[in-house]
């Protein structure tokens, strides 16, 4: 059974920390990973991650993917309040159309 | 404004009615796709279609009936749900499946 696995579960840190997200996965025909912030109702996209070792990078987030270690890590620098949210890390795999989801991890970035 | 609109945003129904969700993406994509998000448990993949056909079914209960009639819209039909089955139900779309998605902000549905 494909599974993603989420690290840590929840997370509070004072702005201006640097966190580090992680999510492992056990998948069947792996073909990418993607990241997803969830705030409020709808998760936005973050990154879609297809090739080991190549960072990508959106202003202070970044993250980068390991295929032989079977994980990838979201980094968030000079982390603000606006950063609280849910964060989700998704593989997709074999057929086209699979996808399945951590169960994310929740931060809060206080004042 | 994620460019997937679901309506309606919460929806209270007893186990014997017959409702549905309705969604519609104004982005021109060509998959759509149902998730269903309960407390502590992971998204949960419930249905694709791609191209306005359906290219996945995740053993999901005969009780959620997709349609999907054009590909800027998708529907989710309700009927002789269980109380289990309330969650937080998100519509997805992307330019075509294997694509990062748009969601949309859900339908929070209660089962009494």
Known sequence: EDKVVQSPLSLVVHEGDTVTLNCSYEVTNFRSLLWYKQEKKAPTFLFMLTSSGIEKKSGRLSSILDKKELFSILNITATQTGDSAVYLCAATTGTASKLTFGTGTRLQVTL | ?112
């Open chain 2, 1 to 112: 404004e994620t460019g997937v609109t679901q309506t309606p945003r919460h929806l209270v129904m007893g186990m014997t009615n017959k409702k549905s969700l309705k969604c519609e993406q104004h982005l021109g994509h060509n998959a759509m796709y149902w998730y269903k998000q309960s407390a502590k448990k992971p998204l949960e993949l419930m249905f694709v279609y791609s191209l306005e056909e359906r290219v996945e079914n995740n053993s999901v209960p005969s009780r959620f009936s997709p349609e999907c009639p054009n590909s800027s819209h998708l529907f989710l039909h309700l009927h002789t749900l269980q109380p289990e089955d309330s969650a937080l139900y998100l519509c997805a779309s992307s330019q075509w499946v294997q694509q990062p998605q748009h969601f949309g902000d859900g339908t929070r549905l209660s089962i009494l």
